[in-house]
């Protein structure tokens, strides 16, 4: 198994950096594939878990309708969201995307980021994630990350 390198939240830039993902990305639930990707991209900011995004190509046909929820990064622009349809049942605002990004976040034009807490099993090549905490930020928090990541109780304001 490749392991991760170890990396340390707080040495993530704010601004955030956005980089290319070498491994494999995937997203499980109701005994079904609904990501799976080589080509993703991530984006790193200081005290958080890396947020990981798929090519909308990527992601399995029908699984994402619109939601109406809508937000604003100060970094990345507006987000529009989706519910996901696991198989199973639909989850509210399980994903989003950034149809027009910011400039420095272009590449990540309309690809879907998917909160770990909404399927069954997310991947990051052959490691399996747990999601950010509290129920905000979609962070995928996986064994190598060092630090104090923010999502917690106490910790949404710095």
Known sequence: ME?????TVQDYPRPPRLDRVPQELRVEAAERV???TRAGWRVCETHHAPTYYFPPGDVLPGVLMPSRRRSFCEWKGRAVYFDLDRGDRVVRDAAWAYPEPTAGFLPIAGHVAIYAWAVDAAWVGETRVDPQPGNFYGGW??????????GAPGTEFW
Not at 3 to 7: G, H, I, K, N, S
Not at 141 to 150: A, E, M, S
Request: charged share 30%; aromatic share 0%.
């Open 34 to 36: 609904l990501a799976r």
């Open 141 to 150: 928090v996986t064994p190598n990350l060092r630090g104090r990541i923010k």
């Open 3 to 7: 392991a991760l390198p170890v990396e």
